[in-house]
């Protein structure tokens, strides 16, 4: 079991690490209206006023 363990600890890591550089390089990610995104304004403040409860 301690191997398991140990064996999940140094792949996620690993993962972590792989991720680094990708995520330097990214473009930054742009701010758009709800709508233009096929999202409306009034379903997205619901979704948030339930995230902000729990």
Known sequence: MKYF???????????A???T????K???LSEAKPESVG???QRLARIDSMCCKH
């Not at 550089?21 to 330097?24: A, E, R, T």
């Open 5 to 15: 363990f140990t064996s999940l600890s140094l792949f996620l890591v690993f993962a």
């Open 39 to 41: 999202i409306s304004a």
């Open 26 to 28: 990214s473009p930054p």
């Open 21 to 24: 550089p990708s995520l330097k």
């Open 17 to 19: 690490a792989a991720q």
